[in-house]
């Protein structure tokens, strides 16, 4: 189920850890964005209060229910149908937003689904997009209920 080529073990557990690496990666992109540029101060500040106040639970529940559904359907699933690029051009119109400020999110949904889709393609197994997905929703919902950026 989880498989794309029936590739070694060995090559499963290099591609979770990639996957943990890069989703490191895009959280450190993502505050990067949020403490250098005004566009992303602005877009924290409308996804704060687009999701309103989140508890540790709730993180938790919204981090492993979108990292597993959202990476079985577009890279289990649409990206052997609609290829890498068409996959991830879907997944970033899944994250455009109700303002031109969202765009940014849009276009690294993009990146994120293409980087994601190649993990998949590298390592033959969905664990490692997974993992990347989960840290950075995981870490990003985290960030946004607990930092308030008047």
Known sequence: M?????????????GTAAGLLIGLGFVFASRFATHRFEWGRALHRDLRALLGPLHGT??????????IGEEIFFRGALLPAVGLWGSSAIFAL???????????????????????????LWAGDLSGPVVAHFTVNALNLRYLSRTDLK
């Open 2 to 14: 989880w498989r794309a080529g029936g590739r070694e073990d060995p090559q499963v557990l290099l």
């Open 94 to 120: 899944l994250h455009v937003g109700p303002k031109a400020r969202f765009l940014p999110w849009t276009f690294s949904s993009f990146v994120a689904g293409a980087v994601f889709g190649q993990l998949f």
């Open 58 to 67: 709730e993180i938790l529940v919204l981090a492993v229910a979108s990292a």
